[in-house]
């Protein structure tokens, strides 16, 4: 069987010189798979360059077996990939509800399925439905954007450090949150600056330093591995 | 007293007028980043359109109002396909720049075909209404026709923007581009409603204009630092602010009357947005500079 997503030799950048220098990814269908590494090693130009959000000038992604490389953002929303980014990631003057409903622009019919799913997993956005989202918590905005990128029933949810910003409580709710959405047999690919905690929960993890994969394994083994470790676990 | 009231209406009567160019500048501006200098112009097209519709059919006055915002929404799409569409990936001083360009070629099109002498969509007076009850104020029915219809037309866009899904979308565009197309919104179809809403009010704008005063070459032009002034005082990118921004100018303009010549009703405008991009540059409803 061939994986959900993946992504081999990936070279491209923001138009300057390439900060992808033949990066891997690869998410099989149930997995969480965390992206850590050092700052600047393109951990959210890799999400990016994956979603069509710049331009890969070598390598290929492949979804579902079909080739997806450099794709408009459309074409990977019709296919069942949802991306999240890091910052801005609302429409501030809108309500959460529009905000979700905004996510599912291309989905035809009704929307109150998707609707009562998201409320089910973040209870507080249904209380919260008619509240403009960019006067929220950054707490609920996360719920917001993670609540809108669910509203393709998505196969593949890339989040792009989806606890940044967050306090210690929440940030233990939003994983919580992920494997929960994970369990709905959704892919997860993230991003995470909390590495110790993303990679417990995580089926896989890469580590990314300076554009290409410096380790590949399953979260329990790169916690244990000591030059991991070092790199920027803290020690 | 009875002054003042009277101003009162004149300036809703105009504010009304500035409100219609108002809000498409400034729904223009939220998708698509750029003044649009060439909005006063469309005000005149769409006057001059529907000046030739109801004397080519022998109709009475109103009916130039359907006829102007039709014709203003198609021509504004296809003034966007043929030229702006072409370097909306540029900068937005280049936008503007053409917007620029655009003003100065209808003008002189409004000119060629229609001549620069003033006209009127009709010859006869029409007699106010004397309103004993409010101290003998005289209203016009024509005021009256372009508030209510301005009214009318404000609803509508409210609807639009909150009720349907492309509304939505265009609120969301403007708000946040790049999560707009990450969310797979269609940017092009998008920026074409836009056109078409802010064409058909640019359209409407310009016939009330020309039933409240007259028609000639530079009316729209003349009009443009007012829908500026409202645009922005109300937050540039959020058409609710220029509904607001659009009857505080109109009704300051036409009070500053009473205290001062009215040949400097622009410069009140003027000063009024100057006042306010010193004071709150984002508007009175946030704004999106």
Same mark, same amino acid.
């Given at each position: ?235 | 007293m009875t002054d003042i009231l009277q101003l009162l209406i004149y300036g809703l009567v105009l504010g009304s007028v500035l409100t219609m160019g108002a809000i498409?500048v400034s ?8 003044a649009?200098f060439?909005h006063g112009d469309?005000m005149t097209?769409?006057a ?39 370097? %909306? ?9 053409? &917007?620029?360009? $655009?003003a =100065?070629? *209808?003008r +002189? ?7 620069s002498?003033n006209?009127t969509?009709?010859?006869?007076i029409q007699?106010p209404w004397q309103l004993?009850?409010l101290g003998g104020m005289r209203l016009k029915?024509d005021h009256l026709?372009i508030m209510?219809?301005s ?11 909150? %009720? ?9 565009? &403007?708000?946040? $581009?790049? =999560?707009? *197309?990450? +969310? ?18 640019a359209?409407?704008a310009g016939v009330f204009l020309g039933i409240d005063t007259r028609l000639h070459p530079v009316m729209g032009w003349t009009t443009l630092l007012p829908v500026f002034a409202a645009a922005i005082l109300g937050g540039i990118? %959020?058409?609710?602010g220029a509904i607001a921004g659009g009857m505080i100018i109109g009704v300051s303009m036409e009070m500053s009357t009473l205290l001062i010549p009215a040949a400097y009703k622009p410069a009140v405008a003027f000063a009024i947005m100057v006042g306010m991009l010193i004071l709150r540059p984002q508007g009175i409803f946030?704004g999106?500079?």
């Open positions: 069987m061939s994986s959900l997503l993946e992504a081999k030799g990936l070279y491209g950048g923001y138009g300057g010189a390439d900060i992808l220098q033949g990066t891997n990814l690869r998410v099989e269908a149930d997995e969480i798979v965390v992206i850590v590494g050092p700052n600047g090693a393109g951990k959210s130009t890799a999400m990016k360059a994956v979603f069509g959000l710049l331009r890969i000038r070598e390598g290929e992604v492949r979804y579902r077996n079909e080739t997806i490389t450099n794709a408009k953002p459309e074409q990977m929303v019709r296919r069942g990939i949802a991306y999240v980014p890091q910052e801005k990631n609302v429409f501030p003057s809108l309500t959460v509800r529009e905000n979700l409903e905004m996510g599912a622009y291309l989905m035809k019919g009704d929307l109150s399925q998707r609707l009562d799913k998201v409320y089910t997993l973040f209870p507080k956005l249904a209380e919260r439905r008619r509240q403009q989202a960019g006067l929220m918590s950054g707490g609920e905005r996360q719920m917001v954007a993670m609540g809108r990128a669910l509203m393709i029933d998505p196969q593949l949810l890339m989040l792009d450090e989806p606890t940044a910003g967050l306090s210690p409580l929440l940030i233990d709710e939003t994983f919580e949150r992920i494997q929960e959405i994970n369990a709905q047999g959704i892919g997860v690919l993230m991003v995470e600056q909390n590495a110790k905690q993303a990679l417990a929960i995580a089926n896989r993890g890469y580590v990314l330093a300076t554009g290409s994969n410096r380790h590949e394994d399953t979260g329990p083994n790169l916690l244990a591995n000591p030059e991991v470790a070092e790199m920027f676990l803290g020690g | 498409g729904m223009i501006f939220g998708i698509l980043r750029f649009h060439a469309f097209l769409g001059y359109l529907g000046l030739s519709f109801i004397s080519a059919f022998g109709l009475s006055s109103w009916w130039a109002l359907p006829a102007a915002m039709v014709g203003m929404a198609v021509i504004a799409v296809f003034i966007d396909q043929v030229l702006y569409r072409r370097i %909306r990936r540029t900068q937005p001083v280049i936008l503007l720049i053409a &917007s620029f360009g $655009m =100065l070629i *209808l +002189s099109l409004v000119q060629l075909i229609w001549g002498d006209q969509y009709t010859s006869g007699f004993d009850w029915p026709w209510l219809i009214l009318g037309l404000v609803a509508g866009v409210h609807l639009f923007l909150t %009720r349907t899904r492309l509304g939505k979308a265009m609120r969301a565009m &403007s708000d946040n $581009m790049d =999560l707009a *197309l990450i +969310s797979g919104i269609p940017a092009e179809r998008v920026i074409m409603v836009t056109w078409v809403i802010g064409g058909a009010l359209g409407a990118g %959020r058409p609710y946030k999106t500079v």
